[in-house]
DNA sequence: GTCTATAACCTGATAGAC
DNA sequence: GTCTATCAGGTTATAGAC
C-alpha cells in the first residue's frame, strides 16, 4: 500500500495533490497511458473533484507541464543573460552558452525526477493539443539562444545550426530519461562533472568543422506537431 | 519468400494490412493512443478478424515493430563485419563505425517514415511489455559496436563510452522524429550529405577530449524500460 | 479465414445532493 | 469544494455462425 503525500501540510490542496499525481503518472505512461480515475486515485482525491479543478483531462495535462516548464525556461534565459551581460561585447564561448541551455534542465532533473519523463516526452513527441503551447512558450528561448551561437560561430550557416543544435537537444533529451538511473544526486561534484562531459559533447558537435555542403538545407523545427484524436 | 508487395492487391494479405496500418497509426500516436478498432478500420479488415491473426493487441504491436527492426539491426552489423573485414587488423575510424551505425537507420527512415516514428517511440520510451524483445535484439549490435568503438578510440574508459553513445543515440533519435519534414529524398547526394553531418556530429563528440573525470560512472542501459499497467 | 454479436470493463465528463 | 451516480461511448477479447 502505497501513500502519496509528498508534502504532509495542511495546505497541501486537492488541486496541487492532483498536479503531483499527474506529474507522476503522465510521465511516466503518457497521456493515453493514464485515466482520470487512476489519477485521482493515486492523488487521493474524489474523481469528481478532479474534473472540477481542472475542467478537463487536456487542461490537467497542459499544467502540469507548463508549470515547472515555464520556470526552468525562466532560468536558461536568465543564465544566457547574466553570461551575456559578464562577457560584455566579446562573443561568450559555444560551451558556457551550451551550459546555459542545459544546466536548469539538468537540475531539474534532480529536483524533479518523475517531471523529467514528462518534459523528454512532450519535448520528443508532444501531443497535438500541447503544441502550441510549447511553441509559445519555446520560441523566444531557442531564438535567444540561437542569436548567441551564432554570434560565437562566425560563419556558420543558420540551417546547419539549427540541425545541430537538434542533435544536441536529442542528446539531452536521452540522458534525460536516464537520469533517474543514474548515481547522481549523491555528490555534487560528481554531478557537476556528468554535466560538463554533456555539454562538452554537445559543444564539441556544434563548433565541429563542417565536412559537406549542405546550403539547401531548411529550418528544422523543433518540437514536433503530430496528429492526434 | 513473401516479400513485402506494399499495394499488389492479389496477395496483399489480411495479416499484411494490418501491420500497415499499425505502423501508421501506432507510430503516430502510440500504443495506448489507438484501438483495435481503428487499426481494423484503417487497415479496411474485419476487427473480429484483426484479433485472430494476432491473438493481442501487445503481440500485434510486438510484430509491427519487429518485422523492419530486425533486418534493419542485421543490416547494421552487416556494414560493421564487412568493413572491419576490409580494414584488415587497423582500428576502424571513428566515423566509418558510427557510419554503420546510423546509415542503415537513415535509409530505413527514407523507405518507410511511419516506422521511423514507431522506432524512435520505442528506443525512446518503449512499452514495458517490448523491452524484453527490444534488448534481445538490441544487445548483440551494441556489444559489437561498443567494442569496435573502443578499439579505435584507446584509453577511453569504458563507462564514459556508453555515456557518449547514449548521447549520439539521442541525436540519431530526434532526427529520426523530424525526417520527414525535411527536404529528403529528392537528391540522393543531399541526403548523403545530410547523414554525414549526423555521423560527424556524432564522431565529433565521441573523440573529444574529456574534461572532467566520471571514474565512478556505471554503465547506461540503453534503452529504459518503464513500468506500465 | 472472415464476420457478427457480445461480454466485461474502462473512458472522460456531468448533474445534483451535500 | 467535495462527493455519488450515471451517461454515452470507448476498450480488448471471445464465442460461434458462415
Redesign the pocket.
Known sequence: MKKSAPKLSSDY???DRLLDAAERLFGLRGY?G??????AEEAG????????????????YIETFLRRFRTMNAKRLRLLRQAEEEAGANPLPVCKIVDCMIRPLFQSGLEHPSFQLLLARNLFMPPAFLHEAIRKELEPNIMEFHTALLRSLPGMPDNLLHLRTMFGMGALLVFSVQMDRMPLARDATFNENVLKEMVHFISAGLQSVSPPSLEEWLPVPFPPDFERR
Chains 1, 2 share one sequence.
Open positions: 490542496t486537492t488541486r493515453d493514464v485515466g482520470m480515475r487512476m489519477l482525491v474524489n474523481l469528481g473533484a478532479a474534473t472540477y479543478h481542472f475542467g478537463s483531462k487536456d487542461a490537467l
